[in-house]
């Protein structure tokens, strides 16, 4: 199986492509692939609680984020979030706590994307 890395920009105010990253990661991982998603701009307030529970995205998968996320983390994938973003966009340890998730300096972005076979971006 591949090893896929989703790089993703858009947050709330972009909630279809913002929910289309989980849904591929979501399906990748149920597929037996390993994921890897990295948050930057927008992406990381996804995170905050009341994204996580606002339904997202148009069409037949307009669920909570939060199903996606639970789904890519309990299938072994992996969230990191961009710290810098996090810090322009207040998004804090409250906003953290029991989440599954990392926070990351660029060069993770970089280590990642060298690591993995397959890079999918939503940006």
């Known amino acids: 199986m591949a090893k896929i890395l989703i790089h993703l920009t858009h947050g709330p105010s972009a909630p279809t492509q913002a929910d289309r990253a989980f849904l591929i990661a979501k399906t990748a991982v149920e597929e037996g692939h390993q994921v890897s998603m990295f948050l930057a701009g927008e992406a990381v307030e996804l995170i905050k609680d009341e994204n996580l529970d606002k339904t997202l995205g148009v069409g037949v998968t307009a669920v909570p984020l939060k199903n996606s996320v639970d789904a890519i983390i309990s299938g ?48």
């Open 76 to 123: 072994g994938g992996r969230i990191v979030l961009s710290k810098v973003s996090c810090g322009a966009r207040n998004v804090g340890d409250g906003d953290l706590v029991n989440k599954d998730v990392e926070l990351g300096m660029p060069n993770e972005l970089v280590k990642m994307t060298v690591e993995h076979d397959k890079v999918i971006t939503y940006g």
